[in-house]
Nanobody
């Protein structure tokens, strides 16, 4: 049974940093493109960072230059380093694969709150 567990969120002041982690168990994700998504209150879930199995990355314009996605295929883990955080980055963050065949079961996400 596939399980996705995100962690590392918290309350941080504007300009601060956080590093999110995502561990996927029950399957090997090394062949999949992986992404970090976020959902703010009252808004749709959006994709903010993508990492292909080659290690190539893409970012939404809103986070480009501030966020860095990485992966460790041995540890079945994906990470998101978030720097220069802004109040508009406040959201629940999720990781999942990007695949036409469907998502893994969604994890509970990790709450990121950027506030002074």
């Amino acid at each position: 049974q596939v399980q996705v567990v995100e962690s590392g969120g918290g309350l941080v002041q504007p300009g601060g940093s956080l590093r999110l982690s995502c561990v996927i168990s029950g399957t090997s994700f090394s062949t999949h493109t992986m992404g970090w998504y976020r959902q703010a209150p009252g808004k749709q879930r959006e994709l903010v960072a993508t990492i292909f199995r080659s290690g190539t990355t893409n970012y939404a314009d809103s986070v480009k230059g501030r966020f860095t996605i990485s992966r460790d295929n041995v540890k079945n883990s994906v990470y998101l380093q978030m720097n220069s955080l802004r109040p508009e980055d406040t959201a629940v963050y999720y990781c999942n694969r990007i695949w036409s065949g469907g998502y893994y079961p969604w994890g509970q996400g990790t709450q990121v709150t950027v506030s002074s």
